[in-house]
């Protein structure tokens, strides 16, 4: 008998297999969630990490196929702030993860190293998390709390409403500034709301180039500009992240181009900040993504190691902020609105 | 390779003749049968037996010089079930329960096939419906666990399947040997059309002229200076950055650059060196760019 060529073989597609925790079952969100799948084989679980930590997954090709997790997460609803992230001057900053995973494929991501699955894990224990950080918030009086961390929480809004109620959360609290990074289109699902200044609405942008060779999967750069414009002509102040910067060929150019576009297609006065950042990683997920992505120039860069994390050489770091920071000067934009 | 293990040899004879295996007598202690592509080794009913053969198959495999961890796993076997499930169906099981220990295993179907999906329950022993009336919505059988378990000590979760054809509603006394042969024979084609659903290999794009003479030209630099697989990856990473950043290829590269041949090691070690600094350089002309 022949057997079927590799490439022949047909992918399942994106969840259609959902994962749930029996604790899970009953919660609202879980049903919203399922009834949006009605196709998908639903498998009952005893906990998220049954299948989210099993043994010998493959990442790589979990990626093209990748299920959902519904879950609960039992403990640890905000987490210290990572000194990967920037606190942008904030005494308090913390970050959470009610979703692990993403539905991009960025080569550069460090979940890849973090995770040894690919699949979506949804927490539908969303109260916990409110709660955890409205305690929080009466112990510290303010805290900056970021939403989107492990995962991007836009991209999935229409699927939990995590960002729609984490607004209304910012809305009845002034202190709390909570910023949702993402690289998603998916701005019509909280349009309708009122922008407050104490939610950031976080895109991340790079040139075109990288946004099509690298970050894989992830809605077109004019696609996000149009829903940044969106969103700008909804009243809300948006910060525009450029990172990770990347060494790559003509990289200077690139910019160049991103910024000018930036500049004549998006309202530059309704742009909070931009925040600037190179390629860095812990060294263990660099290492295992560089395993599992053996021909990727990307990770095949002579990076240089300082106390465990994977960077351009202080050098080159410098150059490439300092280049793109300048282009953004040159641009019109203050200085001060710029954190690198 | 796609090894097919199956507990008993009415669950294997048809496939043996479908897919035109051999009896491969040097394997000791159990009936192995093979060709290039496939393997199907019988292991007797249960897990200890399931779990012995499979690890001392994939041993053997390997050392007739088999690459194990681009392969595929298969169970395939007959298998009871409560009464919402239909006897004669092909199901791909998605979660396997050892009865004994309570622990769950879950295969992750990556691709596509036209089997029914279902769950399975491993037992000790066969299982009587008046024994266990708690079952719902569940296949029975006695190997899938250790199956499961013992595979994915070699391989990735998507690697390992497991195929069930029901063959009663928990009434294992009145099992019929002559009911599984048809079973089965009414079921061969979507059987086979699943086997042919497995890639053979791990996901690689074909390569395109350019890409298939890059790779023969760095292949050559490694078999020319005899280099180490450390220093394979080191070329390879070193050209990945020079593909990125002047948009070149190495092939024209290494066509007029001139590297040193020798036997001595040292000799070939310095042209390395030589080359990897003369391809940084070339590199470095555009990281400011």
């Known amino acids: 008998m022949k057997l079927g060529n590799t490439l022949e073989a047909k992918l399942t597609r994106t969840f259609d ?47 093209l196929s990748p299920k959902l997790i519904l879950g609960i997460k039992k403990d640890s609803y905000l987490y210290a702030g990572s000194s990967f992230t920037p606190s942008f001057n904030q005494p308090y900053f913390f970050y959470n993860a009610m979703a692990l995973n993403c539905l991009y494929d960025c080569s550069y991501c460090y979940l890849q190293g973090m995770f040894n699955s690919a699949n979506l894990v949804i927490f539908v224990n969303e109260q916990d998390f409110y709660q955890a950080t409205l305690d929080k918030l009466a112990e510290l009086g303010s805290l900056y709390l970021s939403i989107s961390y492990d995962t991007d929480l836009l991209a999935i809004e229409h699927l939990t409403g995590f960002c729609a109620k984490w607004i209304e959360l910012c809305q009845q609290n002034p202190n709390l500034l909570v910023e949702s990074r993402t690289k998603s289109v998916n701005f019509n699902s909280i349009k309708e709301l009122e922008p407050t200044d104490n939610f950031i609405l976080s895109w991340t942008l790079s040139p075109k180039t990288v946004s099509e060779k690298i970050e894989v999967n992830t809605p077109s750069l004019i696609s996000k500009i149009k829903a940044i414009k969106n969103a ?56 295992k993504i560089k395993k599992s992505r053996p021909n990727d120039a990307l990770f095949a860069y002579p990076y240089e190691k300082i106390n465990g994390i994977i960077s351009y050489s202080a050098e080159q770091d410098k150059k490439l902020k300092n280049t793109v920071c300048q282009l953004l000067i040159d641009n019109g934009v203050p200085s001060t609105k710029i954190y690198l | 390779m796609i090894i097919i293990h199956t507990a008993i040899h009415p669950e294997a004879k048809q496939l043996i003749s479908l897919l035109k295996l051999k009896r491969d007598l040097e394997f000791p202690v ?102 266990h009336p708690e079952l719902t919505n569940t296949l029975v059988d006695m190997e899938a666990s250790a199956f499961f378990q013992t595979a994915n000590k070699f391989l990735a979760i998507h690697q390992i399947h497991v195929i069930k054809i029901l063959i009663d509603h928990l009434t294992p006394q009145d099992f019929k040997l002559e009911l599984l042969t048809e079973l089965i024979e009414q079921k061969i084609d979507l059987l086979k059309t699943f086997l042919n659903s497995l890639p053979k290999a791990p996901i690689l794009k074909e390569l395109s002229p350019n890409e298939l003479a890059e790779e023969q030209s760095i292949e050559k630099v490694v078999f020319d200076l005899q280099l180490s697989k450390s220093q394979a990856q ?40 030589k080359l990897k600094a003369k391809l940084s350089i070339e590199i470095g002309k555009h990281l400011g760019s």
Not at chain 1, 35 to 61: A, G, M
Not at chain 1, 235 to 251: A, E, S, Y
Not at chain 2, 81 to 91: A, M, R, V
Not at chain 2, 241 to 263: A, C, G, W
């Open chain 1, 17 to 63: 297999t959902i994962y749930i925790e029996k604790e899970a079952q009953d919660y609202e969100l879980t049903k919203k969630i399922i009834s949006q799948f009605t196709k998908s084989q639903l498998i009952s679980i005893n906990s998220y990490q049954e299948i989210f930590n099993r043994n010998r997954q493959d990442f790589r090709q979990q990626k």
């Open chain 1, 232 to 287: 700008q002509a909804r009243g809300w102040k948006v910060r525009i992240c450029f990172d990770p910067l990347l060494v790559q060929k003509n990289w200077m150019n690139e910019y160049q181009d991103l910024i000018a576009k930036i500049k004549v297609e998006l309202d530059v006065d309704l742009i909070r900040d931009f925040s600037i950042g190179s390629f860095r990683m812990n060294d263990s997920f660099y290492k």
């Open chain 2, 30 to 131: 159990f009936e192995l049968y093979r060709n290039d592509e496939f393997t199907l080794i019988i292991s007797g009913i249960g897990k200890v037996n399931t779990a012995i053969a499979l690890a001392t198959t994939i041993q053997y495999l390997k050392g007739l010089g088999y690459l194990i961890s681009t392969s595929t796993l298969v169970n395939f076997g007959l298998a009871g079930g409560t009464e919402e499930l239909e006897i004669g169906e092909l199901y791909y099981i998605q979660k396997i329960t050892d009865h004994a220990t309570d622990s769950n295993y879950y295969p992750d179907l990556i691709y596509i096939n036209d089997l029914t999906p279902a769950v399975l329950t491993t037992f000790d022993r066969p299982v009587l419906r008046a024994k």
């Open chain 2, 234 to 273: 080191q070329l390879y990473d070193l050209i990945a950055q020079y593909h990125t950043m002047t948009n070149l290829l190495f092939t024209d590269f290494i066509r007029t650059y001139h590297y040193k041949l020798s036997e001595h090691k040292s000799v070939n070690a310095n042209s390395f060196e």
